[in-house]
């Protein structure tokens, strides 16, 4: 035998189990990224249960590696996550400005609610923030040019004090005109899609704020709390002090006719 020559009957057992050992964690760091690969191609077609699959299985690959402090490990893993999917948005859909806000926005949520006891909780939760912004962002898809005027108005303004008298004269169109038009492509009174898109951006405050319930209603322009949870209620299913504190309960989101989530 060459004096450089190696072979496994060369090897003892405890050098041919290290070596094993290093060999599966070779393949299980290629199979890390070619898994968040799959997760990214997911979260941007909008497949938000794949995303959630393969987030936790990111967690739970780095909960078994060894020699290090898992809850950290973690934390810094989601950090670096959320800038991958920052710069991603900020070559689509944000600008420079709404990218780097996205992502101080992550790193807040990441400090203030991933704990130890609810990191798999909390993995689901940062895809749905993922998703929040995704869809969000997405470009009216009614065909019909009053219609996604009007939708990209209130979504502009939905922190506003809207009626449909208000946007019928931003519009310089007349109100039963308005209404009318709305109704017959959308399936829904304009008065219905203002409080839906209400409600819909409301969530975010109460799952990733501190701002108090009354001050999300008044936020919106809701005449008062109760009305706020009543609506938040009819539209989502839960109140908001119940979404606020379950996360498992799911964002509600409002499907305009022909829109796929």
Known sequence: MEKNEVTEKSISTNELKSLNERRINILNKESFFTTEERLLEHLFKLEKSEAQKHL??????LMEYPKVEVFSHIKYY?????????????????????????????????EKRLKPNIVMEFADE????????????????????????????????????????????HLNISTSHLSRVFREHTKITLVEYI??????????????????????????HFCNQSYFTRTFKKYSGETPKKFRSNLSVEYFRFLLPGEEM
Not at 56 to 61: D, F, G, L, S
Not at 84 to 107: H, M, Q, W, Y
Not at 132 to 157: A, D, F, R
Not at 195 to 215: D, G, N
């Open 195 to 220: 409080s839906i898109r209400k409600v819909e951006e409301s969530q975010y405050y109460l799952r990733f704020t501190e701002k108090k319930i009354s001050e999300v209603s008044d936020q919106f």
């Open 56 to 61: 936790r299985t990111q967690v739970a690959n």
């Open 126 to 169: 940062l895809i749905e923030y993922y998703m929040y912004i995704l869809t969000e962002k997405k470009s009216p898809q009614v065909k019909h040019h009053i219609v996604n005027k009007v939708i990209q108005y209130v979504n502009s303004e939905v922190e506003s004090l809207l009626t449909v008298e208000g946007i019928a004269k």
């Open 78 to 110: 989601c950090i670096a996550l959320s800038s991958i999917v920052a710069r991603r948005l900020g070559k689509t859909i944000l600008t420079p400005s709404e990218a780097f806000d996205f992502n101080s926005t992550c790193i807040v949520l990441i």
